[in-house]
């Protein structure tokens, strides 16, 4: 085994043997000999409440305000401060992936404005000031003087499925509709073998420090999530999202609400064979707990395997039955969660979580996708909703692999252990 020095060298001279964890994880299917790897690059893609902006930006000349009071961008509100910049006509705002649009709370949030930044959209900015003046004015990302994406707790080991064993159907966070009453449907969370902290869940090689990619642009651990614990332990990351891709980050619109999901990989060095052992853990390995939607109690087990294997990570679709569909409103255009078909024939792919929801909306079934079961006592219930994409997660994985290969990404020493 070789240290993180060791290992960068390789890097530089162009030795190193980096793997993806979906590579490593089907070796281990095969029965492959695993020994003489440096790397595995390792991503999740989910669902991140604990999502969060810190933006920087010129409203008005010097002079005109003393200090904002409130600050809407796109009608969502963003918090001033914790500096007043007084009198310089500049905010500092907070951001909350979660809050959502004055004028429309349930399709338009943090999420989708953040996404709208990184997509270079000009953005209406509206500030009214401690002496009660209202100063409008627009901007986009590239003219913020600052732009960063912090999380205060994000990349779960893994996460959990949900279901309603009442006798009532409930909304949820979970679900995009009611969740149906009696273990009728289960929605699912979690990238399973591939995701970081699956793969050093003793977090050997992730710390304070560490480097990783946030929505592609380059991140940095900063230390432990809020609730996390040594059996599940998630990070809070820092990343600047002028240098995000709108592929991977954006909203998911549940039957509570635009919630925002982003994506994360990070390369995990191969330093001992404790680490070895851990990045050989497959989906039938990972344990995925059930709970109860009401109250998050944890009612039963399966497996992830149950979730990732023998199903499809991306749903197909018939675009000609779609086409000669008479039904109006089109209930895949009314309930897409991400906002990525609008109905005859008009998907936005890049948009698409592959989450599923379409495959039982649509009356014609112009959506085909095996999305798998939970297993509770005796009872198959059924995945109707991914809040994980693993497709999304494997690109960044690969994509950062090749970062390594081209010697564009070094790995970094943690400079501190995170404690859970």
Same mark, same amino acid.
């Given at each position: 085994?070789?240290?993180?020095?060791?290992?960068?060298?390789?890097?530089?001279?162009?030795?190193? !043997?980096? /793997?993806?964890?979906?590579?490593?994880?089907?070796?281990?299917?095969?029965? *492959?000999?695993?020994?003489? +790897? #440096? @790397? =595995?690059?390792?991503?999740?893609?989910?669902?991140?409440?604990?999502?969060?902006?810190?933006?920087?930006?010129?409203?008005?000349?010097?002079?005109?305000?003393?200090?904002?009071?409130? !600050?809407? /961008?796109?009608?969502?509100?963003?918090?001033?401060?914790?500096?007043?910049? *007084?009198?310089?006509?500049? +905010? #500092? @705002? =907070?951001?909350?992936?979660?809050?959502?649009?004055?004028?429309?709370?349930?399709?338009?949030?943090?999420?989708?404005?953040?996404?709208?930044?990184?997509?270079?959209?000009?953005?209406? !900015?509206?500030?009214?000031?401690?002496?009660?003046?209202?100063?409008?004015?627009?901007?986009?990302?590239?003219?913020?003087?600052?732009?960063?994406?912090?999380?205060?707790?994000?990349?779960?080991?893994?996460?959990?499925?949900?279901?309603?064993?009442?006798?009532?159907?409930?909304?949820?966070?979970?679900?995009?509709?009611?969740?149906?009453?009696?273990?009728?449907?289960?929605?699912?969370?979690?990238?399973?073998?591939?995701?970081?902290?699956?793969?050093?869940?003793?977090?050997?090689?992730?710390?304070?420090?560490?480097?990783?990619?946030?929505?592609?642009?380059?991140?940095?651990?900063?230390?432990?999530?809020?609730?996390?614990?040594?059996?599940?332990?998630?990070?809070?990351?820092?990343?600047?999202?002028?240098?995000?891709?709108?592929?991977?980050?954006?909203?998911?619109?549940?039957?509570?609400?635009?919630?925002?999901?982003?994506?994360?990989?990070?390369?995990?060095?191969?330093?001992?064979?404790?680490?070895?052992?851990?990045?050989?853990?497959?989906?039938?390995?990972?344990?995925?707990?059930?709970?109860?939607?009401?109250?998050?109690?944890?009612?039963?087990?399966?497996?992830?395997?149950?979730?990732?294997?023998?199903?499809?990570?991306?749903?197909?679709?018939?675009?000609?039955?779609?086409?000669?569909?008479?039904?109006?409103?089109?209930?895949?255009?009314?309930?897409?969660?991400?906002?990525?078909?609008?109905?005859?024939?008009?998907?936005?792919?890049?948009?698409?979580?592959?989450?599923?929801?379409?495959?039982?909306?649509?009356?014609?079934?112009?959506?085909?996708?095996?999305?798998?079961?939970?297993?509770?006592?005796?009872?198959?219930?059924?995945?109707?909703?991914?809040?994980?994409?693993?497709?999304?997660?494997?690109?960044?994985?690969?994509?950062?692999?090749?970062?390594?290969?081209?010697?564009?990404?070094?790995?970094?020493?943690?400079?501190?252990?995170?404690?859970?």
């Amino acid at each position: 085994m070789r240290s993180i020095k060791e290992i960068n060298e390789r890097i530089r001279k162009g030795e190193a !043997v980096v /793997l993806t964890a979906k590579e490593l994880c089907n070796m281990v299917r095969r029965g *492959e000999k695993i020994e003489d +790897v #440096d @790397v =595995v690059t390792s991503a999740t893609c989910g669902v991140m409440s604990g999502t969060m902006a810190v933006l920087s930006f010129k409203v008005t000349e010097k002079g005109v305000f003393t200090k904002a009071k409130s !600050v809407l /961008l796109n009608d969502v509100p963003a918090f001033p401060g914790p500096c007043p910049n *007084e009198r310089l006509g500049i +905010v #500092d @705002v =907070v951001l909350y992936g979660t809050s959502t649009s004055i004028y429309n709370p349930t399709k338009y949030g943090g999420g989708g404005l953040i996404r709208d930044l990184i997509e270079g959209k000009r953005i209406e !900015v509206r500030v009214e000031s401690v002496e009660g003046k209202v100063i409008e004015s627009n901007i986009t990302l590239q003219e913020m003087i600052y732009a960063k994406m912090i999380t205060t707790r994000s990349c779960f080991r893994n996460y959990m499925a949900f279901v309603n064993p009442r006798d009532k159907p409930v909304k949820s966070i979970f679900s995009i509709l009611e969740m149906k009453e009696g273990l009728k449907m289960a929605s699912v969370s979690g990238c399973g073998e591939i995701n970081p902290l699956e793969k050093d869940p003793l977090l050997k090689t992730i710390g304070v420090g560490t480097k990783v990619l946030v929505n592609k642009a380059y991140g940095y651990v900063i230390g432990a999530g809020t609730r996390a614990t040594r059996e599940r332990p998630n990070l809070s990351i820092s990343a600047d999202i002028k240098g995000m891709s709108s592929y991977y980050v954006g909203q998911f619109i549940t039957s509570l609400g635009p919630e925002p999901f982003i994506t994360i990989a990070a390369a995990i060095p191969i330093i001992d064979y404790e680490v070895l052992k851990g990045v050989k853990r497959i989906d039938e390995e990972v344990q995925l707990p059930i709970a109860d939607v009401n109250n998050r109690e944890v009612i039963g087990f399966d497996s992830y395997a149950k979730v990732w294997q023998g199903t499809d990570l991306e749903v197909s679709y018939n675009k000609s039955m779609c086409e000669t569909c008479q039904i109006s409103p089109c209930p895949v255009a009314l309930y897409c969660p991400t906002e990525a078909f609008r109905g005859k024939g008009d998907l936005v792919k890049y948009k698409c979580f592959e989450c599923g929801a379409c495959t039982w909306l649509c009356p014609q079934g112009a959506f085909k996708a095996k999305l798998g079961s939970v297993k509770l006592g005796n009872v198959e219930i059924p995945i109707k909703l991914r809040q994980s994409c693993r497709k999304k997660a494997e690109v960044l994985s690969e994509y950062l692999k090749r970062l390594i290969e081209n010697r564009e990404f070094y790995l970094s020493e943690p400079g501190d252990k995170i404690a859970v």
